[in-house]
């Protein structure tokens, strides 16, 4: 497989590079040849490395939205690649936590990530090749419980990309839907776990432990990296599911085989609610 960089590819915008996921992205673009505006909330948020360049970047905050692309076309003049990524989880009962919780998670990383799409479009239309890529999840697919905005979100996030490459035009950048299923990150101890009433916490910390055993047995983020350099390689539209083999091969398979009232009691089983 060619490097990104003989494919074309010069420079490419990583949301949330400062952890998780969003580190490996980084780490694997700036390894194909490429620079890299890689964003973090905190000015400590990023190690220095050739070829990056660190940004902050607030997705609940338009200002800093607006800002940060500002500056990206006035000192480069665009990207090639944009990567929605950053994002959190918020754990709780959906109707034990405060509506604010729900809305703020729902700005951040949805409305958040369409104004920055909605602000690079335009420029990366006029760039070959481009791509827009939206982390979504394997949660559109398999919600999971006591992760309501985390669910909502993501789910809006591939419905957005979904819809764009029925929309683009053969000349727009190319849109990957990359939904990625467990890692080994530290999303969940970054999300804890929230105060519920009483009726709820037992059922929210088996939850919560089963997350934790997941995550423990999970692939490396490297994994990922490397699926999303596959998928940027290929120059076209596409829906990338990754993850460990259960997770991001048979249980897609057989979700489309069994009825739904079937997949939801697995479900239950699967998070230790039944």
Known sequence: MAHLKHLGYRSALVTGAGSGLG?????????????????????????????????????????????????IMEDTGGVDILIANAGYGVFGSFADLGIEEWVRQVDAMLTGNIRLVHRAMPIMGDRSPSAIVLISSLATEFPIPFLSGYNAVKAGLSGLARGLMIESTEGGPTI???????????????????????????????VGRRLDALMAASPDPNRAARDLVRALSRKRHQVVRSGSFFQARLAPTLSRLLPESWLRAAARSYFRLS
């Open 23 to 71: 580190r490996a992205f980084t780490a694997a673009l700036l390894d194909e040849g490429l620079s890299v505006w890689g964003t973090s909330r905190r000015e400590d948020g990023l190690e220095a490395r050739p070829g990056l360049i660190p940004a902050l970047l607030d997705l609940g905050d338009p200002t800093s939205i607006d800002r940060l692309w500002d500056r």
């Open 176 to 206: 990957v839907d990359f939904r990625p299923g467990d890692y080994r990150t530290s999303f969940n101890r970054s999300m804890g776990f929230s105060a519920t009433k009483s009726s709820d916490s037992d059922r929210g910390q088996r």
